[in-house]
């Protein structure tokens, strides 16, 4: 059995990680290569980080982060915000990220995630979904929002991850808007779901505010990784408390912290 994953997850403004609820209210939460550094001796399997303002002017900023953060630490980075096409995923690997994160890009340009697997690998492109419950013609329907959760599509949640893992998308990021730094707990529906209809991985995100939060979504949910931001920012678990809990309950986890002198730095992109 796969071993099941715990990732960290930083969104970054302006160069510090910030936390908010609901994608609003952001606090502080540090520095970015620290913060980064903490959670890999922590025992973190990966990392992901959100450029959230994702605006022009920050590119060279985000840019020098992921250099910063891919020099310090040796487990696996992914990137994403502000991706919006193939040259920016270069870069993006180019600068030290394994996997790229598509999100508003790919509902934008819908081509972009099949062109991008095609160019370089399903390995390194990850479909990120913001995902909202919502009300539609006196129905409960789940759709995909883009520009930071701040704007519906009106496409439905599962043919959206249906036609990413289609295209070639390596792994999808599941983040429920109702539930994201609620610390309610994950939407074991809709991960279940999802994870049950493609075949590739699928982490959970949003809602995260136990280690029985992170057990039911890699049991009951079906998350193949389980990511998570307040309860690791703001010192409530670490990530080697949430994989011991995880670990006694007979959910299958790498224990070992990551050995540096095994490992070698990212190959450039083509």
């Given amino acids: 059995m796969l071993a099941k994953r715990i990732i960290p997850c930083l969104d970054v403004d302006k160069g510090r990680v910030v936390k908010g609820v609901k994608f609003f209210e952001h606090r502080d939460a540090g520095g970015v290569a620290e913060c980064a550094m903490r959670y890999e001796q922590q025992g973190a399997d990966e990392l992901v980080f959100y450029d959230i303002s994702a605006s022009h002017e920050a590119r060279d900023l985000i840019v ?34 394994d996997k790229v994160s598509i999100n508003s890009a790919a509902v934008l340009d819908q081509d972009l995630i099949k062109n991008a697997a095609l160019k370089f690998g399903s390995q390194c492109i990850v479909l990120a979904i913001d995902a909202n419950r919502v009300e539609k013609d006196g129905k409960e329907f789940w759709e995909v929002f883009i520009n930071g959760g701040r704007k519906g599509t009106g496409i439905d949640v599962m043919e959206w991850a249906q036609k990413g893992f289609d295209d070639g998308a390596g792994e999808i990021v599941l983040n429920v808007m109702n539930a994201d730094g609620t610390k309610a707990g994950f939407d074991l529906e809709m991960t279940a779901a999802v994870s049950e209809m493609v075949g590739i991985p699928v982490v959970a995100s949003g809602g995260a505010g136990s280690k029985e939060d992170m057990f039911e979504v890699l049991t009951k949910g079906k998350a193949d990784a389980a990511l998570a931001a307040s309860i690791f920012h703001f010192g409530e678990y670490t990530v080697m408390d949430v994989k011991q809990y995880l670990h006694d309950n007979g959910i299958t986890v790498r224990m070992d912290k990551q050995d540096n002198s095994t490992l070698t730095t990212p190959g450039q992109a083509v």
């Fill in 64 to 97: 020098d982060v992921l250099k910063d953060c891919s020099e310090r630490v040796f487990m696996p980075l992914t990137v994403g915000g502000g991706v919006r096409t193939l040259d920016d995923i270069r870069l993006m690997l180019n600068s030290g990220a």
